[in-house]
């Protein structure tokens, strides 16, 4: 039966936690007896006798998870299962995947335990351990690593749980024990304190046992007759230290001194990365003939935006008879829809009278007339709207998202799902791939979406607005302030798809090298005459964009000089560290986590508690931020693993900030500041 079930002290051999376990028993410290069901016993009921790759699983997880539920253990582990469970009961079900506890990658709470198991339910428990191994959040975590399933069949020790990092994270020298009872506050110990706490020293002999000179993460349970057990010890995964990021040359500011006092922003909201040459011609081709009410410059591929001459604005909204109906629109949702859809019908009609395939001029032209629009009227109509939305309205998700979430639930079959979403891109630049040319992508996404709301179950279908009451307008600003991003995309895929036909006709072999040339020598031809001249160029724009992607461009610039936002007094919150270092970026709430599924690169997290399934968001994020939860938990956790700052326990910032607002997040201050344009001097 060795081969099925095996001692836990027999278990250094199998890694993961059931090895760490049998670590700090042979070392002689207090860890609860138990036994460990190994891959073998997982491939003997399933029939996947080798190491589960969780990326080739797709379609199968469902199948899979049918055979853990379904299928008998063969009698003999059957008969030592229930033995077992007879001897330690109440039990302690938990994974021992060989991923975990290690000393690069932990995967904190990504695989499931059960706790006061009775006997008669060990089988029930074990199956959950699996079928977590095979779910949406260890398909996210550890889709490229084989993964061994091991589960650990324990006696539950009743008592108090107590969290101990025996040096601080991101500190691996520290001299510091962090203990943090569970719902209790966190205390700080010194390693060297003659009289250290029992707690202390046996987690600093954890530490030992497990050869974890960085620190372990050491949990404990001080059971109801006042023992002291281990129940987990493994090492702390410090997250890396960023490197520091070099200023730009402070040539590229100086295109803010030719407007004295001007205050120039970094667009990171829409364009955080370099633009494309080809993108960056757009932006030129929009302020050449005066088609945005904003200043604009691209600096090294940055985008900058600065406040245009009101008059220009006023008399382009005049000469387009605009002036006097926002104001109007906005008290009513018929009339908001009405003056929505006509601007959209203004903005799409230059898009639809595009012959097929047309030039790359032709695109640019039909770009610069639907931008002229958008910019003038349609996106000040929606902001205008927005502001004047109840404050209660929940905000939705990205029209993508949405759509995604729908097809998930099954209300949006394929070809409607392919057709909304077939213009977005990742990225505000056409030299992002569209959706349309990369369908197993949203595929992909629909699959795992669906996977996320099976193992939670759907909620209930929001209530329809009452068309008679002020809901019915909040609904509208909400819709159009979704439905202008679609409409922008369409124009973004309008030159887009010219270019690559560009590309193609002069026989590129990568069409896509033509949007890195420059977008005024591809509409004359010339940068497309000598296709190996050409493919050097792009590659050298490539490498160029890269470059700058590196350096640390200022949020704001003033007459040629870096001038960055700075917090404003009484807009800063504070909480518990839970991973270190400080960045700026734009919060995005998590309201729902189907709805954060995609969260958009470089934002901040924001949520009301930490769960593991976060790591689901969490690799797109710059930071975490949560209303509720301890710096030890598994999201805290979670964050120092993937090397973003986290904040925790910080209920104001979760009450005070909403979608879109800029912040500070220092993880190591344990803060968070709202920016505000700084006094100008």
């Known amino acids: 039966m060795a081969r099925f079930v095996m001692p836990l002290a027999d278990a250094a051999a199998l890694g993961g936690k059931a090895g760490r376990l049998a670590q700090l028993r042979a070392a002689g410290l207090p860890v609860p007896d138990g036994v460990v069901l190994p891959h073998a016993a997982f491939a003997a009921v399933t029939g996947v006798e080798g190491p589960v790759a969780l990326d080739e699983i797709g379609h199968r997880a469902g199948e899979l998870a049918r055979a853990i539920d379904a299928a008998e253990p063969p009698p003999a582990l059957a008969e030592a299962v229930a033995a077992a469970a007879a001897r330690l009961a109440p039990l302690a079900v938990r ?15 990504v695989f499931a335990s059960c706790v006061d198991v009775p006997a008669a339910d060990a089988w029930p428990a074990i199956r959950a351990v699996w079928r977590a191994a095979i779910g949406p959040l260890a398909i996210a975590y550890a889709r490229t690593t084989p993964l061994s399933v091991a589960v650990i069949v324990q006696r539950w020790v009743r008592g108090a749980r107590v969290t101990i990092y025996t040096r601080p994270p991101g500190h691996p020298a520290g001299d510091e024990l962090w203990v943090e009872p569970a719902g209790g506050a966190l205390r700080r110990v010194r390693r060297d304190a003659p009289d250290a706490e029992p707690l202390a020293r046996l987690a600093l002999a954890a530490e030992r046992a497990i050869d974890a000179p ?23 995964v410090h997250p890396a230290a960023a490197p520091a990021r070099p200023r730009p040359p402070p040539a590229l500011l100086r295109f803010s001194a030719d407007t004295p006092g001007v205050r120039w922003r970094r667009d990171v909201e829409h364009n955080p990365d370099p633009l494309s040459p080809a993108q960056t011609g757009l932006v030129d081709a929009v302020v050449a003939v005066g088609a945005s009410p904003w200043r604009l410059h691209v600096a090294a591929g940055h985008l900058y935006y600065a406040a245009g001459d009101a008059a220009l604005a006023a008399d382009a909204a005049r000469a387009d008879g605009e002036a006097d109906d926002d104001g109007a629109a906005v008290r009513s949702a018929a009339a908001l829809r009405a003056r ?5 019908a203004a903005m799409r009609a230059p898009l639809d009278a595009l012959p097929p395939a047309p030039s790359v001029g032709a695109a640019v032209d039909a770009y610069v007339a639907a931008y002229r629009v958008f ?13 004047a939305r109840s404050s209660s309205a929940a905000r939705p998700p990205s029209a993508l998202d949405a759509s995604l979430v729908t097809a998930a639930r099954g209300a949006l079959d394929d070809a409607a799902l392919a057709a909304r979403v077939a213009d977005f891109a990742p990225a505000w630049d056409v030299a992002s791939p569209t959706y349309a040319e990369r369908p197993d992508a949203v ?3 629909v699959a795992r979406l669906r996977a996320a709301l099976a193992e939670r ?4 279908p929001a209530p329809a607005p009452d068309d008679a009451g002020g809901d019915a307008l909040a609904a509208v600003a909400a819709a159009i302030a979704e439905e202008d991003d679609a409409l922008f995309a369409r124009a973004q895929a309008v030159v887009r798809a010219a270019l690559l036909d560009a590309g193609r006709r002069a026989g590129l072999d990568d069409p896509e090298d033509a949007c890195w040339l420059p977008l005024d020598a591809v509409c004359s031809g010339e940068a497309l005459a000598d296709p190996v001249r050409a493919r050097a160029q792009a590659a050298a724009a490539r490498r160029a964009s890269a470059r700058a992607r590196e350096w640390d461009m200022p949020l704001v610039v003033v007459d040629g000089v870096a001038r960055d936002d ?4 009484g807009d800063r919150w504070s909480g518990a560290a ?13 309201e729902e986590l189907a709805a954060a599924a995609h969260l958009p690169p470089g934002a901040i997290a924001l949520c009301a508690t930490v769960t593991p399934a976060l790591a689901l968001v969490l690799a797109g994020a710059r930071g975490l931020v949560t209303a509720h939860g301890g710096a030890l938990d598994h999201g805290a956790a979670m964050a120092r693993e993937l090397g973003v700052p986290c904040v925790v326990g910080c209920a104001g910032a979760w009450a005070a900030l909403r979608d879109g607002e800029r912040v500070e997040l220092d993880g190591d201050a344990a803060s968070v500041a709202r920016l505000v344009p700084a006094a100008d001097s």
């Open 443 to 445: 595929r992909d996404a």
């Open 340 to 344: 929505f859809d006509a601007l959209a």
């Open 95 to 109: 994974s021992s995947m060989s991923l975990e506890d290690g000393a690069t990658r932990a995967a904190p709470g």
């Open 578 to 590: 839970g991973s270190g270092g400080r960045v700026r970026g734009t919060i995005h709430r998590i």
């Open 566 to 569: 700075a917090p404003a007094g």
């Open 214 to 236: 960085a620190g372990a993460d050491v949990e404990a349970v001080v059971a109801d007759d006042g023992a002291l057990w281990l129940v987990q010890a493994r090492p702390i």
């Open 375 to 387: 910019a003038h009227a349609l996106s000040p109509l929606v902001a205008r709207a927005r502001a």
């Open 457 to 460: 179950g759907a909620p209930a």
